[in-house]
Each structure stands twice: as C-alpha cells, then as structure tokens.
C-alpha cells in the first residue's frame, strides 16, 4: 500500500527563469501577452472607475499647467518660444510628453511592490510589472497628444517636412519611458528611499529641461552636457518635428538619444540580475 502511494507522488517541478546571464528572457514576456493585456486593461478601468470626468483627466492636467505657466512665464515672466510659435503651444507641446514620462516613472517604480502578492505565488516574467505600466500609460498620452494636434491645427500652424520625424520622436519616448520604468521598478525594490526621492528628482528633470524655455538659452558649447538629461533631448526632438525650428540642438538630442540608449542597456541588465531574488526582498 505504501509502495503504491509513493508510486503515484509525482516529483516537484521547480519553474525557474529561462534567459541568459545578461538580459532578459523576452520570449516568454511575448507568450505572456495575454496576461498583459489583461493587466493593462485592468490599470486603466481602476484608474478611471467612478471618476466623473474619467478619460478628461488626461487633458486637465497638461491644461492646467499650460495655463499657469502661460501666465507666470509668459505673461509675468517675459518668456517667449524664441521664434514665432505661440508660446501656449510651445508649453504644451513639452508638456505632453513630459505628463506621460512621469507617470510612467512613478507608476513603474511600485509596479512591482505592489504586486507583491503575485510575485510570490505564480512564476512569469517579472518584467510585464513595468511593461504594464508604461502601456496603461499610453492611453493617456495618446488622449493628451491629440487634443494637441487639434490645437496645433486650430492655430494655423505650418506642417513641414520635419513631420516625418514624428514617429522617431515618440519611439524614442516611449523606449526612454519603459527603460526608466524597468530601472526605478526594481531600483525602488532594493533602496526603499528611491520612491520618496521620485517627485524630487521628477522635478529637477521638469526644470533641467527646456520646457518653459526654448534651448537657446543655455550656451551651444554645453548642450551635450545638458543632453545628460535625456528628456530634454526628447522634448527638442517634439519641438523641431512640429515646427520645425532652426535653433534645433543637434549635440542636445544626440547627447540624450545616447543617454536614453545606455539607460535602456543598463536598466535591463540590472533588472535580469536582480529579478531572481524580487520575492526575498519584497
């Protein structure tokens, strides 16, 4: 009787990670897209669940800060777009991306402590938390960015040839969106204090960019230092898409396309290094 009880006991399957030393194991977040897209459903219908105005919360905020800053900058402060693009549509061509990437960086960096309790039951790739994030955060940029082209068209403003760029532009947001996202995730497991410095460091990126003034402030000769920030690369790069100025800086977006690139590098590689030991230190 004994025999045939330990006959039947199967062995322990242990389910570990597949992927090499350094990245990643991509395949299998592709087999897992079901789960994300479940995922990312669920983040948005949470997000907007009982919200009066539910998808507008898009547009208020960029709206909002547009108007402020319109005043204090524009109005009080004598700032202007450095050439004749109206100065509304100046803020609010930066800001939009901007609204996005700092979503995306304060919901990535608890997406995957606030997962604890799947993490620690049910094995698939880590890497769908940050995923999950910056996707959800896609439907509010797409919302913000159109209300953006439809002021872009209501003022008149030229299309140029500098439009085909466009799409290079908001990739390149989006991979600095989700390389951020995959580094602060797994950053923010291991130093706790990193989610209390996010808003700071949110903010320092906001003023180290040129958001509220036009790049032609800063001296030519130190804009490859200034592209260190990489978003600030991203919003010259928007700006010279839509209308096409020629103060462009060239060493600025090169310098934050680098930055951007080494992050993405740098951040899934610590990701795959850490991931396997997530639930020991959540």
Known sequence: MAKDIIDHIKPH???????????????????????????????????????????????????????????????????????????????????????????????????IINNEALIGKVYFPRLIFPIVTTLAGTVDFVIAFVFFIICFVVMQQPLGWHMLALPGAVLALFILAISSSVFISVLTVKYRDVRYALPTIIQLMFFGSPIWYPSTLMPAQYHWVWGLNPFAGIVEAFRWCFFGTETVSLPLITSSACTTVLLGVFGLFYFNKIQRQLADMI
């Open 13 to 111: 399957e242990v389910i570990t990670p597949i992927g090499s030393r350094f990245w990643p194991n991509f395949p299998d977040v592709w087999r897992q897209r079901e789960l994300v897209k479940m995922l990312v459903q669920k983040s948005i219908n949470s997000r907007y669940h009982q919200a009066i105005l539910g998808i507008f919360w898009a547009l208020i905020t960029p709206v909002c800060y547009m108007v402020i800053m319109n005043v204090f900058f524009g109005l009080l402060g004598g700032f202007k777009s450095g050439d004749a693009t109206p100065y509304s549509l100046f803020l609010l061509s930066a800001l939009v991306p901007y609204q996005y990437f700092g979503k995306c960086l304060g919901d990535g960096a608890t997406s």
